[in-house]
């Protein structure tokens, strides 16, 4: 690792991944810069860490993000995804390199050919789902392909558990990143394929579509879709396939909590007045029931 002593990282974001992050880096012997919108959030991350320094950036000053960025080697964004293009759109300008775990969206993929001509590397999708998933899928279907196989049906079920004796709260889950961004992805609609034919399901209904699944006799699982899975025939090279499902794995009574939740109105992004201040939870359910 010794050989990483002279590069730098910019790392910004400050949410539940970046101290793990911060940690693997540092311990590395690379130097980083922690990078927050307020300077004691980067502060508080960096204290204690070998390697590490505090700075303030705000992402929709491009002046001051490529100032920023033009001194690292490699820049992660762990920001929420809506602001990947605007990082990905500095890292081109100062031709540095690009990490995040989110996946592709139109914004960052419209940058594409920009990001190739600067001559620089944007890596996305390389957390554990979406990443590991993504590399395990190809591995398996290239085997089976190179045997002469065929894949007819293509399920991959993937979700961040917390371990039985853990899962004791309501939705038997616990957040390892956003918890705004977990709560917004319930809401994003779905598309796979089903037996040749593409299934669609709106967000407000992706709760209802989850199934139980059984993988382990001990453990009590149920699916749903993940967004859209209909353009994996094509990126995982399965042409001949049938039925492709991305999906996310939960606990059995997760999606029936939240189906609530969304129903009463409280997954909903719309302004409210009566939560500009501090308010008691019976209070704001009360409102948003209109009680």
């Excluded at 796979?192 to 669609?200: A, H, L, N, P, T």
């Excluded at 209909?230 to 606990?251: A, S």
Aim: aromatic share 10%; hydrophobic share 45%; proline share 5%.
């Amino acid at each position: 690792m010794s050989s990483y002593a002279d590069k730098k990282v910019l790392m910004l974001g400050a949410g539940f991944v970046t101290q793990p992050t911060l940690d693997v880096l540092s311990d590395a012997g690379i130097q980083v810069s922690v990078a927050c919108r307020t300077l004691e959030s980067a502060k508080k991350l960096a204290a204690g860490v070998k390697n590490a320094q505090a700075v303030s950036v705000d992402v929709n000053d491009a002046a001051a993000l490529d100032a920023v960025v033009a001194k690292h080697d490699l820049v992660i964004s762990l920001i929420p995804y809506t602001f990947h293009a605007k990082v990905i759109e500095s890292a081109i300008r100062n031709k540095k390199h690009v990490v995040t775990t989110s996946y592709v969206s139109p914004a960052m993929l419209e940058l594409d050919q920009a990001a190739k001509d600067a001559g620089i590397t944007v890596m996305n999708e390389i957390g554990l789902d979406p990443g590991i998933d993504h590399l395990y899928a190809v591995k398996t279907i290239e085997e089976v392909h190179a045997e002469g196989g065929k894949i007819l049906s293509f399920l991959s079920y993937c979700g961040g558990l917390p371990a039985p004796e853990n899962s004791d709260n309501p939705l038997g889950y616990k957040f390892s990143w956003s918890s705004r961004g977990v709560l917004l992805a319930l809401r994003n609609a779905a598309k796979y394929y089903q037996d040749g034919k593409i299934v669609e399901i709106e967000g407000k209904e992706l709760m209802a579509a989850a199934k139980p699944y059984f993988i382990y006799p001990g453990y009590a699982f149920v699916a749903y879709p993940n967004r859209d899975s209909t353009p994996y025939k094509e990126r995982y090279n399965i042409p001949e396939c049938q039925t492709i499902i991305r999906g996310t794995l939960r606990y059995q009574g997760f999606p029936a909590f939240i189906k609530v939740l969304v129903d009463m109105g409280f997954l909903s992004d719309e302004p409210a007045s009566y939560l500009t201040t501090p308010i008691a939870w019976k209070d704001a359910t009360a409102q948003i029931l209109a009680a």
